[in-house]
Protein backbone atom coordinates (compact mmCIF):
# COMPACT_ATOMS: atom_id res chain seq x y z
CA UNK A 1 0.00 0.00 0.00
CA UNK A 2 2.72 2.55 0.72
CA UNK A 3 3.44 2.73 -3.33
CA UNK A 4 -0.42 3.75 -3.84
CA UNK A 5 0.03 6.28 -0.91
CA UNK A 6 3.03 7.84 -2.52
CA UNK A 7 0.74 8.20 -5.59
CA UNK A 8 -1.93 9.52 -4.06
CA UNK A 9 0.38 11.98 -1.96
CA UNK A 10 1.91 13.27 -5.59
CA UNK A 11 -1.07 13.82 -7.11
CA UNK A 12 -2.29 16.15 -4.06
CA UNK A 13 0.78 17.96 -4.01
CA UNK A 14 -0.06 18.79 -7.92
CA UNK A 15 -3.52 19.89 -7.40
CA UNK A 16 -1.81 22.25 -4.18
CA UNK A 17 1.12 23.30 -6.33
CA UNK A 18 -0.38 23.68 -9.30
CA UNK A 19 -2.80 26.31 -7.42
CA UNK A 20 0.76 28.19 -5.80
CA UNK A 21 1.31 28.47 -9.25
CA UNK A 22 -2.10 29.67 -10.36
CA UNK A 23 -1.45 32.55 -7.19
CA UNK A 24 2.04 33.42 -7.92
CA UNK A 25 0.60 34.12 -11.81
CA UNK A 26 -1.60 36.62 -10.51
CA UNK A 27 1.12 37.94 -8.06
CA UNK A 28 4.08 38.45 -10.62
CA UNK A 29 2.22 41.13 -12.41
CA UNK A 30 3.01 43.55 -9.56
CA UNK A 31 5.22 41.74 -7.56
CA UNK A 32 9.08 41.58 -7.69
CA UNK A 33 9.93 37.72 -7.70
CA UNK A 34 12.09 37.94 -4.74
CA UNK A 35 9.21 39.37 -2.69
CA UNK A 36 6.97 36.47 -3.17
CA UNK A 37 9.90 33.90 -3.39
CA UNK A 38 10.52 35.40 0.80
CA UNK A 39 6.46 35.25 1.35
CA UNK A 40 6.09 31.85 -0.28
CA UNK A 41 8.90 30.14 1.84
CA UNK A 42 8.35 32.36 5.28
CA UNK A 43 4.33 31.81 5.12
CA UNK A 44 5.17 28.04 4.70
CA UNK A 45 7.18 27.29 7.67
CA UNK A 46 3.97 27.68 9.48
CA UNK A 47 2.08 24.08 8.22
CA UNK A 48 5.38 22.58 7.69
CA UNK A 49 5.81 23.29 12.11
CA UNK A 50 2.35 21.96 12.39
CA UNK A 51 2.62 18.95 10.21
CA UNK A 52 5.82 18.19 12.63
CA UNK A 53 4.00 18.46 15.87
CA UNK A 54 0.99 16.15 14.29
CA UNK A 55 3.54 13.85 13.63
CA UNK A 56 5.33 14.02 16.81
CA UNK A 57 8.43 15.28 15.36
CA UNK A 58 8.87 18.22 16.89
CA UNK A 59 11.39 19.10 17.83
CA UNK A 60 13.25 15.86 17.29
CA UNK A 61 12.51 16.56 13.78
CA UNK A 62 14.99 19.98 13.56
CA UNK A 63 18.16 17.82 13.68
CA UNK A 64 20.37 16.39 11.48
CA UNK A 65 23.43 14.96 10.67
CA UNK A 66 23.39 16.23 7.46
CA UNK A 67 23.43 19.82 7.49
CA UNK A 68 25.24 19.85 3.44
CA UNK A 69 23.03 18.07 1.80
CA UNK A 70 20.04 20.58 3.41
CA UNK A 71 22.24 23.60 2.71
CA UNK A 72 22.50 21.95 -1.15
CA UNK A 73 18.67 21.03 -1.54
CA UNK A 74 17.72 24.41 -0.25
CA UNK A 75 19.86 26.58 -3.01
CA UNK A 76 19.03 24.35 -5.87
CA UNK A 77 15.27 24.65 -4.58
CA UNK A 78 15.37 28.47 -4.33
CA UNK A 79 16.54 28.62 -7.86
CA UNK A 80 14.72 26.29 -9.19
CA UNK A 81 11.57 28.09 -7.36
CA UNK A 82 12.42 31.28 -8.77
CA UNK A 83 12.69 30.11 -12.45
CA UNK A 84 9.30 29.01 -11.96
CA UNK A 85 7.89 32.58 -11.05
CA UNK A 86 9.92 34.23 -13.38
CA UNK A 87 7.88 32.16 -15.74
CA UNK A 88 4.55 31.98 -14.57
CA UNK A 89 5.18 36.10 -14.73
CA UNK A 90 5.24 35.66 -18.80
CA UNK A 91 3.20 33.02 -19.44
CA UNK A 92 -0.43 31.45 -18.42
CA UNK A 93 -0.53 28.97 -15.84
CA UNK A 94 -0.95 26.16 -18.07
CA UNK A 95 1.80 26.90 -20.27
CA UNK A 96 4.12 27.53 -17.95
CA UNK A 97 3.35 24.24 -16.22
CA UNK A 98 3.62 22.42 -19.32
CA UNK A 99 6.89 23.53 -19.53
CA UNK A 100 7.89 22.19 -15.98
CA UNK A 101 6.53 19.17 -17.26
CA UNK A 102 10.21 18.28 -18.88
CA UNK A 103 11.36 17.82 -15.46
CA UNK A 104 10.18 14.18 -15.13
CA UNK A 105 11.40 13.54 -18.23
CA UNK A 106 15.31 14.72 -16.94
CA UNK A 107 14.49 12.87 -13.50
CA UNK A 108 13.86 9.37 -14.78
CA UNK A 109 17.66 8.82 -16.16
CA UNK A 110 18.99 10.74 -13.06
CA UNK A 111 17.19 8.30 -10.56
CA UNK A 112 18.66 5.95 -12.78
CA UNK A 113 22.22 7.24 -11.76
CA UNK A 114 22.33 8.41 -8.74
CA UNK A 115 20.04 6.23 -6.86
CA UNK A 116 19.94 3.22 -8.56
CA UNK A 117 16.31 2.51 -9.53
CA UNK A 118 15.90 0.46 -12.41
CA UNK A 119 13.11 1.73 -14.43
CA UNK A 120 10.59 -0.63 -16.30
CA UNK A 121 9.37 -0.25 -20.09
CA UNK A 122 6.30 0.85 -19.58
CA UNK A 123 6.98 3.94 -17.48
CA UNK A 124 9.49 4.87 -20.38
CA UNK A 125 6.82 4.72 -22.70
CA UNK A 126 4.27 6.38 -20.58
CA UNK A 127 6.55 8.91 -19.62
CA UNK A 128 7.23 9.61 -23.77
CA UNK A 129 3.39 10.03 -24.11
CA UNK A 130 3.24 12.55 -21.26
CA UNK A 131 6.29 14.31 -23.18
CA UNK A 132 4.12 14.39 -26.50
CA UNK A 133 1.62 15.93 -24.74
CA UNK A 134 3.61 18.33 -23.44
CA UNK A 135 4.55 19.52 -26.84
CA UNK A 136 1.58 19.21 -27.79
CA UNK A 137 0.63 21.91 -25.42
CA UNK A 138 3.13 23.92 -26.46
CA UNK A 139 3.18 23.99 -30.19
CA UNK A 140 0.35 26.25 -30.75
CA UNK A 141 -0.29 28.09 -27.65
CA UNK A 142 3.46 29.37 -27.21
CA UNK A 143 3.97 32.36 -29.09
CA UNK A 144 7.90 32.51 -29.86
CA UNK A 145 7.48 36.34 -30.93
CA UNK A 146 7.69 38.46 -28.01
CA UNK A 147 10.47 38.60 -25.73
CA UNK A 148 8.28 38.17 -22.55
CA UNK A 149 7.46 34.57 -24.05
CA UNK A 150 11.44 33.80 -24.77
CA UNK A 151 11.75 34.57 -21.49
CA UNK A 152 9.37 32.72 -19.73
CA UNK A 153 10.29 29.44 -21.83
CA UNK A 154 13.87 29.77 -20.80
CA UNK A 155 13.03 30.14 -17.14
CA UNK A 156 10.59 26.54 -17.66
CA UNK A 157 13.36 25.12 -19.35
CA UNK A 158 15.28 26.59 -16.24
CA UNK A 159 12.95 25.04 -13.51
CA UNK A 160 12.62 21.65 -15.27
CA UNK A 161 16.33 20.97 -15.29
CA UNK A 162 17.00 22.12 -11.66
CA UNK A 163 13.69 20.55 -10.34
CA UNK A 164 15.19 16.98 -11.73
CA UNK A 165 18.05 17.74 -9.65
CA UNK A 166 16.03 18.55 -6.54
CA UNK A 167 13.62 15.50 -6.70
CA UNK A 168 16.65 13.25 -6.94
CA UNK A 169 18.79 14.82 -4.41
CA UNK A 170 15.14 14.78 -2.18
CA UNK A 171 15.17 10.64 -2.97
CA UNK A 172 18.88 9.88 -1.48
CA UNK A 173 17.63 12.66 1.49
CA UNK A 174 14.61 10.34 2.42
CA UNK A 175 17.19 8.07 3.66
CA UNK A 176 18.31 9.40 6.47
CA UNK A 177 16.28 12.53 6.87
CA UNK A 178 12.63 13.22 8.22
CA UNK A 179 10.33 14.36 5.17
CA UNK A 180 9.21 17.47 7.49
CA UNK A 181 12.87 18.24 7.99
CA UNK A 182 13.65 18.70 4.51
CA UNK A 183 10.50 20.71 3.62
CA UNK A 184 11.75 22.95 7.19
CA UNK A 185 15.21 23.59 5.86
CA UNK A 186 14.19 24.53 2.66
CA UNK A 187 11.58 26.68 3.75
CA UNK A 188 14.65 28.48 6.09
CA UNK A 189 16.80 28.88 3.33
CA UNK A 190 14.80 30.11 0.35
CA UNK A 191 13.11 32.22 3.31
CA UNK A 192 16.67 33.77 3.72
CA UNK A 193 17.41 34.03 0.00
CA UNK A 194 14.15 36.06 -0.44
CA UNK A 195 14.66 38.69 2.21
CA UNK A 196 18.12 39.21 0.67
CA UNK A 197 16.33 40.95 -2.58
CA UNK A 198 15.05 43.54 -0.70
CA UNK A 199 17.50 45.80 -1.96
CA UNK A 200 17.03 44.96 -5.51
CA UNK A 201 13.35 46.53 -5.17
CA UNK A 202 10.35 45.67 -3.11
CA UNK A 203 6.53 46.95 -3.12
CA UNK A 204 4.05 47.45 -0.50
CA UNK A 205 1.42 45.44 -1.04
CA UNK A 206 -2.25 46.04 -0.37
CA UNK A 207 -4.75 43.96 1.76
CA UNK A 208 -5.71 41.55 -1.35
CA UNK A 209 -2.09 41.24 -2.33
CA UNK A 210 -1.34 40.27 1.48
CA UNK A 211 -4.19 37.41 1.10
CA UNK A 212 -2.72 36.23 -1.86
CA UNK A 213 0.84 36.11 -0.72
CA UNK A 214 0.23 34.36 1.96
CA UNK A 215 -2.14 31.93 0.10
CA UNK A 216 1.28 31.32 -1.83
CA UNK A 217 2.84 30.13 0.98
CA UNK A 218 0.42 27.80 2.80
CA UNK A 219 0.16 26.20 -0.63
CA UNK A 220 3.42 26.15 -1.17
CA UNK A 221 4.34 24.45 2.21
CA UNK A 222 1.65 21.73 2.31
CA UNK A 223 2.49 20.52 -1.52
CA UNK A 224 6.18 20.39 -0.61
CA UNK A 225 5.31 18.28 2.25
CA UNK A 226 2.94 16.06 0.59
CA UNK A 227 5.51 16.01 -2.20
CA UNK A 228 8.66 14.83 0.14
CA UNK A 229 6.33 12.55 1.45
CA UNK A 230 5.46 10.73 -1.72
CA UNK A 231 9.05 10.14 -2.91
CA UNK A 232 9.61 8.84 0.77
CA UNK A 233 7.20 6.06 -0.48
CA UNK A 234 7.29 5.23 -3.96
CA UNK A 235 10.30 5.48 -6.36
CA UNK A 236 11.08 8.58 -8.44
CA UNK A 237 10.53 6.75 -11.59
CA UNK A 238 7.01 5.61 -10.47
CA UNK A 239 5.81 8.76 -9.40
CA UNK A 240 7.10 10.89 -11.93
CA UNK A 241 4.02 10.57 -14.82
CA UNK A 242 1.72 11.79 -11.99
CA UNK A 243 3.14 14.88 -12.56
CA UNK A 244 1.60 15.45 -15.41
CA UNK A 245 -2.04 15.42 -13.93
CA UNK A 246 -1.31 19.07 -12.44
CA UNK A 247 -1.67 19.90 -15.98
CA UNK A 248 -5.26 19.52 -15.87
CA UNK A 249 -6.06 21.88 -12.89
CA UNK A 250 -4.13 24.39 -14.64
CA UNK A 251 -5.80 24.33 -17.19
CA UNK A 252 -9.00 24.95 -15.10
CA UNK A 253 -7.54 27.99 -13.15
CA UNK A 254 -6.57 29.20 -16.66
CA UNK A 255 -10.22 29.10 -17.47
CA UNK A 256 -11.98 29.95 -14.37
CA UNK A 257 -9.71 32.45 -12.80
CA UNK A 258 -7.72 34.25 -15.80
CA UNK A 259 -10.39 33.62 -18.69
CA UNK A 260 -7.88 31.95 -21.39
CA UNK A 261 -9.95 28.93 -22.86
CA UNK A 262 -7.68 26.00 -24.22
CA UNK A 263 -7.95 24.64 -27.66
CA UNK A 264 -8.05 21.40 -29.27
CA UNK A 265 -4.45 21.22 -29.04
CA UNK A 266 -4.30 21.86 -25.65
CA UNK A 267 -6.64 19.68 -24.86
CA UNK A 268 -5.68 16.61 -26.80
CA UNK A 269 -2.01 17.33 -24.87
CA UNK A 270 -3.60 17.70 -21.83
CA UNK A 271 -5.30 13.84 -22.68
CA UNK A 272 -2.11 12.29 -23.20
CA UNK A 273 -0.86 13.42 -20.41
CA UNK A 274 -3.50 11.91 -18.24
CA UNK A 275 -3.08 8.80 -20.11
CA UNK A 276 0.02 8.39 -19.19
CA UNK A 277 -0.05 8.76 -15.33
CA UNK A 278 -3.02 6.01 -15.88
CA UNK A 279 -0.68 3.81 -17.63
CA UNK A 280 2.03 3.75 -14.89
CA UNK A 281 -1.47 3.26 -12.12
CA UNK A 282 -2.62 0.07 -14.25
CA UNK A 283 0.52 -1.53 -15.94
CA UNK A 284 3.57 0.47 -14.46
CA UNK A 285 4.25 -2.61 -12.36
CA UNK A 286 3.58 -5.55 -14.25
CA UNK A 287 6.54 -4.70 -16.54
CA UNK A 288 9.73 -6.27 -16.57
CA UNK A 289 13.03 -3.84 -15.28
CA UNK A 290 15.34 -2.95 -18.27
Known sequence: MSIYNGIALRLLGALLITAMSAVVHHLAKTVPIGQIIFWRSAVAIIPII?????????????KTKYPKMHFIRGLFGVLSMAFSFISLAYLPVANAQALAYMAPIMTLPLAAIMVGERISKIVIFATA??????????????SFGTDGAIIGIAAGLGFAVTMAFVRVH?????????????????????????????PLGWI????????????????GGLAHI?????????????????????IIWALT???????????????????????AALMVVVLGNRQPKI
Do not use: C
Not at 50 to 61: D, N, W
Not at 129 to 142: T, Y
Not at 226 to 246: K, M, N, Q, W
Open 129 to 142: IGFGGVVAMLWDAL
Open 253 to 275: FDLLIFSQYPNALVLGGAAAITL
Open 204 to 219: TPDYDMYLWLIAAGIL
Open 50 to 62: IYMFLRGQFPAAL
Open 170 to 198: IKTMTATEHPATIALSFALVSTLVGISTI
Open 226 to 246: AGTEAVARAPISTLAPFDYTG
